[in-house]
């Protein structure tokens, strides 16, 4: 089971999850600070329970901030497409059930959301209105 560490941005204050066992250093996802301190411990079931019940609007993304919002670890299994006022994420091959987990928390922490369709399945989070 993956541990996860809670952090708040000393820059920015808000708050979010890192996964504990690959972590060199925690960035926010909100201002890209690597200042953070250190607020608690999670199991990845807790994390995903409590991230999809605290869900709040959030700004509007690009490709660009979308693929910088993963490690790139998990960047290399995503492709990243603009469609319409969307920007959908899809598995280049299997994820299986950590990466999809985390891959998940990600989007969802940041406004997005799973499209359950099969093969066709992928991830949606809204895009920058050019």
């Known amino acids: 089971m993956s541990k996860w560490i809670e952090c708040k941005c000393s820059e920015c204050g808000a708050e979010f999850e ?17 200042e953070a301190e250190i607020i608690g411990f999670k199991s990845v079931e807790e994390s995903l329970t409590i991230a999809a019940k605290t869900e709040e609007p959030q700004r509007a993304l690009s490709v660009e901030d979308v693929r910088a919002l993963f490690p790139s670890n998990l960047e290399e299994l995503l492709t990243f497409e603009k469609k319409d006022n969307t920007i959908l994420v899809r598995p280049r091959r299997f994820l299986g059930s950590d990466n999809f987990a985390k891959i998940a928390h990600i989007v ?3 406004g ?6 099969g093969k066709q399945s992928h991830f ?5 209105k050019e």
Do not use: D
């Open 18 to 34: 890192v996964e504990l066992e690959n972590t060199v250093c925690a960035r926010c996802p909100k201002c890209n600070s690597l």
């Open 108 to 110: 969802r922490s940041n």
């Open 112 to 117: 997005g959301e799973y499209i359950s369709a």
């Open 124 to 128: 949606r989070m809204p895009a920058k």
